[in-house]
Each structure stands twice: as C-alpha cells, then as structure tokens.
C-alpha cells in the first residue's frame, strides 16, 4: 500500500535559510595549508556554497604560532595568514576555534591527537591575553575590521571533556573571561562566544556565568552526535546508534534552542556518528541521515557545522585507505561521497519549507519551493539494526498549478554510491588513475525523468524509495509556483 503525503502549496510557508551552509568542519589546521585540501575546499565552496570553515590547533606549536627560544617570546602569524588568505580568495571566512595551548604558555604536558596539542590551560593568564589580543589585532589590521567582524571566535573546543583538558567548567570560565576581555579590547565589535562543549552541555551554566560577571556572549556554540543523550559521546559505534532513536538530533537541538533563548545557535561539530572510522559515513545510511537531521533543524540554529569536508583528516593519523570511513563529504582523492551528493541536494533546494501531511516509521516528507520550482526531499531512514524495507510513496500537491517537466535524483545503495563501486574493485587499498575515474563516475548524481499527474489544479508523484534512501523529486514551472 502507498504511503501518501499531502501539500497545500498555496498555505504559508516557513523559511528555509541554508543555515547547514554556514560553517563546515575541517581537522587540523596546518592541514589548509596543502593543495589537496584547498583543491577541496574550493570546490565546496563552489558546489556546495559553504560560507566558513572551522578547525583545531590554529595555536599549537606545529602552525609556530607563538614559540619560545632562548627565553624569548617569538609570535608568528605567517601560517594562519598563509590560511586566511586563501579563504579570503575563494569567498570564505574563518570560524576561528581558539585552541590549544602554546606549549610556552602552557601550565601542564597534557595532550591530545597524534600532533600532540596542548590542552592545559595557560600558566600566565596576562600572558594568555596578550597573545589574543596581539593575533586578533593583527588580523584586524591586516584583513580590516569590517572583514573580521564577520568572523567568529570560538573559545577551545569541546571544555567539559578531559581529553581536552580537565573538564572542570571554572577552568573554562576563567579562560573565556580572559579571552572575550582580549578581543573586545580591540574592537567590541569582533563577534565571540563558547562553551564550544560536546553534548550540548553547559549552555545555561555558561550564559548565567557570563551575565553575572557582565561578559559578552555573541553566540552560544555546542556539538552533538547521536548517542550523546545517551551519555556515550565518543561511542557512536553501530551498536550504540541501534540504541538511539530517530529524530534525536532534532530534540538535543530543541533543548539547546531554549537553553540559548534569543541568542544565536551554532553547532560547530555534528555528524552521523562521532566515530572517525565508521563505515557507515561512507555509505548511503549518512546521506540519509544527514538529509532528515539538517531539514528537521530548521528553526532551531543558525549554524549547523558538519564534521567534517574532507578525509585529508590526521587526529589519530593521516589515512591511505580510499573508504576508511572518515567523517569527509570528500574522501581524500576528492571522490564524492553519498553524504556530498547530500549537501548538493539541499543546496539546490528553494527557501521556502511547505506544510506536509503524512507520517510513517521510517519515511519523512518535505516539499520546499524555489523561484520557479518544487522540490519534494524523500528519505527512507532507520537506524542500524531497525527494520526498514522498500516502500511506495505517492505526493500530492494541492494547489500546484501544472509544472512543465519534473525530474527525480536518488541516493541510494545503486545510485551516487561510490564505495559499492570501489569493493567492486577488490577494495584496493591505493588507487591508480583509472580507478579514481571510475569511482568519481559513480559518484555522480544523476537526473532522471519523474513522471507525474495533474488534476484540478493537484499534481501526484509517486516513487519507490529504497532502504536508507534520499530522492528529489524537482517540479518544474514556466513561471514561479504558486504562492
């Protein structure tokens, strides 16, 4: 039996700003200073329209940020210049995470990643604050201020977990009290905000700190994965997301709405799973995921930062295997991955969301309208371990008028799914350029013909959806679609 959906077109609509175009992820910030991640990210930024980029280490040692030898303080800002510049060129911006520690300025040996990034808080706060207001001064004078008042600077990442320092929050408290004091000094114009936390955490300890003590807070800033609420964060292996429960994401991002009141929300860190080497980022189940948790976030956040564009990733240590399961939309040759093909949908989409009727278990339906057409965004969506199967869908359009052609592109375990292609291949773990080839023909997202009927005045569409799915189904019209 057909699942079906109704929508009236001629009703109200909601906006749809692509706020999941915002801000995307990135690892490691030397990492931008390679030709393959800027090949990338320039292509993103073509493609997919992504406004900022975010990542870690802009401090550490290895971007020789702030150094020390022979007693003397040496501060260089080539490198992140060196970064800055190239987004600059490509019509980007930088979402500057403030982390970690100049091992000079450290008041400890603890560490994180391969690179071996300090997460001690500074032993010398007017030190600390000097070094801000001294980078962010530069920056200001070198790009101007009204290019740095568009940027926004995060304080650390991710405060409440040890492995980025000892979790406590009066820890934190102190060092954005120091921070926002640096950067505002220079221009109380220069946008900051935090907790930057994992699980949504501390957002009202975090916003009563800050009023108490009369300190800006810009913006409210958190991350989320799936088996957050469940107190695994960290642990999103395919086990635990069968423990989890459709729509999760949705409901952390609520809470956080409220918690944050009318200031701005943005999401720095979110994705499928928190699992850097996660087969399922590689395959059809995050597409789909991707697409149900980004249009059900609407209304609720500003900025919803996927982690991350790419696979040119080096936390734990830099990868060869072309399908490893890294968080990237890209793997690292630059092959498309369904999660890529994902943001192309939803960055071809209108910005006008339609009430829909209709529910099933694992079906959701949006219809969202442009300046001459109506795209009705399908997923067929369980998590691991919960039952789906293929499933009849009809849409009907109330009110649509009569489109001149209509067109439908699928992701799916037979269309945009490169990683089927490459264990085809033998799943070799190095490509030759013919393979690469290949792969990035299976990677394309591909136009078909959708047909449809019209009658008094409604269009119908109905589609097969496969199990862990996204189709667009576009309508086209001559002129723009009823409104």
């Known amino acids: 039996m057909d699942t079906h959906f109704r929508c009236d077109v001629s009703a109200p609509s909601k906006s749809l700003p692509h706020f999941w175009e915002h801000t995307i992820g990135s690892g490691h910030a030397p990492l931008a200073l390679r030709a393959d991640w800027q090949q990338q990210m320039r292509r993103c930024r073509k493609e997919l329209g992504f406004g900022h980029v975010r990542f870690h280490g802009l401090l550490s040692d290895d971007m020789g940020t702030l150094v020390c030898e022979n007693d003397q303080l040496l501060y260089s800002f080539f490198n992140a210049d060196q970064i800055f510049d190239f987004l600059l060129s490509i019509g980007m911006k930088p979402f500057v995470e403030l982390s970690f520690m100049p091992t000079t300025l450290s008041s400890g040996d603890q560490i994180v990643f391969h690179y071996r990034a300090n997460v001690t808080p500074p032993k010398d706060y007017a030190l600390w604050s000097a070094f801000i207001g001294k980078l962010v001064g530069h920056w200001v004078d070198r790009y101007g201020l009204n290019e740095v008042r568009q940027w926004f600077f995060e304080v650390w990442n991710e405060p409440n977990l040890t492995a980025f320092g000892n979790g406590k929050q009066s820890d934190y408290f102190e060092l954005y009290r120091h921070t926002v004091a640096a950067i505002k000094a220079v221009d109380a114009g220069l946008r900051v905000g935090g907790p930057a936390t994992a699980t949504n955490a501390w957002i009202e300890d975090f ?76 395959e059809p189940y995050a597409a789909t995921f991707v697409v149900k948790t980004i249009l059900e976030a609407n209304g609720l956040v500003q900025g919803y930062s996927y982690w991350t564009f790419s696979d040119i990733f080096e936390e734990n240590y830099f990868p060869s295997v072309p399908f490893h399961g890294g968080f990237g939309l890209l793997n690292i040759h630059g092959i498309a991955k369904p999660t890529y093909r994902a943001y192309e949908l939803l960055h071809a989409l209108g910005g006008e969301m339609l009430t829909v009727e209709g529910t099933h278990p694992t079906v959701d339906a949006w219809v969202v309208r442009g300046d001459r057409e109506i795209t009705i965004m399908l997923t067929n969506f369980a998590l691991p371990r919960h039952p789906i199967g293929i499933e009849s869908v009809q849409v009907t359009l109330l009110q649509a008028g009569t489109p001149v052609r209509a067109s439908v592109r699928r992701i799916d375990a037979d269309h945009a799914n490169a990683k089927r292609k490459w264990l085809a291949l033998g799943s070799p773990d190095y490509l030759s350029a013919s393979a690469v080839t290949e792969l990035n023909a299976a990677s394309v997202l591909e136009t078909e013909r959708q047909d449809f009927t019209c009658r008094d005045g409604a269009v119908d569409v109905s589609t097969l959806l496969a199990p862990l799915s996204v189709t667009a189904i576009t309508l086209a019209y001559a002129g723009a679609p009823v409104a």
Not at 261 to 276: A, F, I, K, Q, V
């Open 207 to 282: 916003i009563g700190f800050c009023t108490k003590n009369h300190l800006p807070t810009d913006f409210i800033s958190t991350h989320h994965y799936p088996t957050d609420a469940f107190g695994k964060p960290g642990d999103d292996t395919e086990t635990q997301l069968a423990d989890s429960r459709r729509s999760v994401m949705r409901d952390q991002a609520g809470d956080a709405r409220r918690e944050a009141g009318d200031r701005p929300l943005y999401y720095t860190e979110w994705s499928s799973s928190s699992n850097p080497r996660d087969p399922l980022h590689d």
